[in-house]
C-alpha cells in the first residue's frame, strides 16, 4: 500500500482524519469531565453550608444531628451522599454512613476556616472513586471539620460512555478517512495517470505528442509544460541528430566515392607510372579530406559529450595569428585577394594554441574561399579593457539575412549548389566550439553586396610574459 503514492496519500489522509478526530475527542472528554467536575464541587459546597447549618441549629448535640442527617440521606435512592464530622485529629465524631466506608481517621488538611478543601479519593471502601469537600468550622472553641462526600459513580459511567462514543466515531472516521482517502487520490492521480499513458506513446520515432494539460494551473499542469518543454528539446536534438547523421554520411560519400572510382580506373586495365601517380594523389588527398572530417567530426562529438579538448597555457595570441596568416598568405595572393594583418604590440591570452591557431585557419579559409579575385581581407586583433577582440572581415558576396541564424550549424549551405571547395561546412560550428570552450564569444554579421565580418571575443592575461 505505501509503495503507490495513492497509497501514501490515502495513509496521510486518514492519519491526518484520525488525529484531528483523536485531538477533538480528547478536546471534549476533558470540557465535559472539567464541567462535571465542577458541577460536583458546587454541589457538594452547598451540601457542607447545609451540614453547617445542621450543625449550628443541633446546638452541640452531635447524637441529635447524626440521626437526623441519617433519616435526612436515608430518603435517597442512590447512597451517593455522606456527611462526616471529624475533630482536630481527623477521626470521625459522627456519620450519615453507619457502615462509616470512608477513612477513618482522616487526612487533616490544613487549618484555613474560610477555604473549602475538595479532592478527589481513590480505592475507599466506599466506592472506587469519590469527591470530598472538606471546611474547618469552630464551635463552642473547638476546632473540627465539616465533610461532604458525593460518590462518583453516575460521573464516571457518563464519561465512560461519552469515551466509547469517541471510539466508536473514531473508527467511522477511519473507516470514512480511508475510502474517501482513496478516492480523494484516485482523482488527484487521474491526470497524472494520463501523463504516464502519453509519456509511454513517445518515441524517438514519435517526439511531436504532447502532454495534455487541464489548464487549472496547478502543480500537474506546471508538471505537463516541464515536460512538454523538455520534448520539444528533445524533439530539435533529435531533428539536429539527425541532420547532422544525414549531412556526415553525404559529405563522407563523395570522398569514398572518389577514392572508389579511382580504384576502378587502375583495376580497368593497364596504366601507365604517371597515370599511376595521378591516381594515388588524388587519393591522398581524399584521404586527407577523410581525415579532417573525421577529426572535426570527433571534436564536436568530444564538445557535445562534455569532455575537455583544449590545453590551457599562456600564449602570445598575436604570434600565432601571424604565423597562420602567413600561412594563407600564399593561397590569397594566388586568388588574387589583399590580405592585411594588424595587431597590437602583445596579445597574450591562457588557451590551447594549437586549437586557437584552428580557429583562426577556419575563418581566414572561409573568407577567403567567398571572397573574389580583387577583393580583401583584413584581419584586425586588439586587446581593450582585458578583452581580446579578434576580427576578420572580407569584401565577398555576403550571406542573405535569412541564413544568418544558420551560419553556426554544422553543414550547413547558404547556396547547397555552390561548392565548398574540398571543405565540409563545419568550419564555422567547429570556430563557436573552440571559441566557447575558451569561454568566449563569436558573433557574425554580413551585408549582402558588402561582405562578412566574424568577430570572436576572448578574456585577455594582462600583464603575462613568458
Known amino acids: 500500500m505505501f509503495r503507490t503514492l495513492g497509497g501514501r496519500l490515502t495513509a496521510l489522509a486518514t492519519g491526518i482524519t484520525l488525529a484531528v478526530s483523536l ?15 465542577r458541577e460536583v464541587d458546587a454541589f457538594l459546597a452547598g451540601e457542607v453550608m447545609e451540614f453547617r447549618a445542621i450543625l449550628s441549629a443541633a446546638s452541640g448535640n452531635l447524637s441529635d444531628v447524626q440521626q437526623r442527617v441519617r433519616a435526612e440521606l436515608g430518603s435517597r435512592q442512590r447512597g451517593d451522599l455522606t456527611f462526616r464530622l471529624l475533630d482536630a485529629g481527623g477521626r470521625v465524631l459522627l456519620t450519615s454512613d453507619p457502615s462509616n466506608g470512608l477513612p477513618d481517621p482522616w487526612p487533616v488538611p490544613a487549618r484555613q476556616a474560610a477555604d473549602m478543601l475538595i479532592r478527589t479519593e481513590s480505592g475507599s471502601t466506599l466506592a472506587a472513586h469519590t469527591r ?13 471539620i465539616v465533610q461532604a462526600t458525593y460518590l462518583l459513580d453516575q460521573v464516571n459511567a457518563s464519561l465512560n460512555r461519552f469515551l466509547q462514543i469517541c471510539g466508536a466515531a473514531l473508527a467511522a472516521a477511519a473507516a470514512l478517512a480511508v475510502v474517501g482517502g482513496r478516492i480523494l487520490a484516485a482523482r488527484s492521480l487521474q491526470p497524472v495517470a494520463k501523463m504516464v499513458s502519453a509519456a509511454r506513446k513517445i518515441s524517438v520515432e514519435n517526439l511531436r505528442q504532447r502532454l495534455d494539460r487541464t489548464e487549472a494551473g496547478d502543480e500537474l499542469d506546471v508538471l505537463a509544460a516541464t515536460f512538454n518543454e523538455m520534448f520539444e528539446r528533445l524533439e530539435r536534438q533529435v531533428s539536429q541528430l539527425r541532420q547532422f547523421t544525414a549531412d556526415a554520411a553525404h559529405e563522407l560519400r563523395t570522398p569514398l566515392a572518389a577514392l572508389r572510382g579511382n580504384a576502378e580506373v587502375v583495376l580497368s586495365g593497364k596504366r601507365s607510372l604517371d597515370e599511376l601517380h595521378t591516381v594515388i594523389a588524388e587519393s591522398i588527398e581524399e584521404y ?26 599562456k600564449m602570445r595570441l598575436d604570434v600565432a595569428l601571424g604565423d597562420v596568416v602567413d600561412l594563407f598568405a600564399p593561397l590569397a595572393d594566388e586568388r588574387g585577394i589583399s590580405l592585411r594583418c594588424a595587431t597590437d604590440e602583445e596579445v597574450w591570452v591562457e588557451g590551447d594554441d594549437g586549437r586557437l591557431r584552428q580557429m583562426v585557419g577556419n575563418l581566414l579559409d572561409n573568407a577567403i574561399k567567398h571572397t573574389p579575385t580583387g577583393g580583401r581581407v583584413d584581419v584586425h586583433l586588439a586587446a581593450p579593457n582585458g578583452t581580446v577582440e579578434l576580427t576578420v572581415r572580407d569584401t565577398g558576396a555576403g550571406i542573405p539575412p535569412e541564413h544568418l541564424p544558420h551560419v553556426f550549424d554544422r553543414f550547413y549551405r547558404a547556396d547547397r549548389a555552390r561548392t565548398r571547395e574540398g571543405g565540409a ?16 564569444t563569436i ?24
Open 23 to 37: 485531538l477533538v475527542c480528547a478536546t471534549l472528554y476533558l470540557g465535559i469531565r472539567y464541567s462535571l467536575y
Open 132 to 144: 470530598t469537600g472538606s471546611q474547618w468550622i469552630e464551635a463552642d472553641g473547638v476546632m473540627r
Open 288 to 313: 586527407d579530406r577523410l581525415s579532417r572530417i573525421a577529426d572535426d567530426l570527433l571534436l564536436l562529438a568530444r564538445a557535445d559529450a562534455g569532455q575537455e579538448f583544449v590545453r590551457r597555457s
Open 425 to 440: 561546412g563545419l568550419g564555422l560550428a567547429i570556430s563557436r566550439t573552440i571559441a566557447e570552450a575558451h569561454c568566449g
Open 443 to 466: 558573433k557574425l554579421t554580413s551585408t549582402v553586396g558588402e561582405g562578412t565580418s566574424v568577430c570572436v571575443k576572448l578574456h585577455a592575461v594582462i600583464g603575462a610574459r613568458e
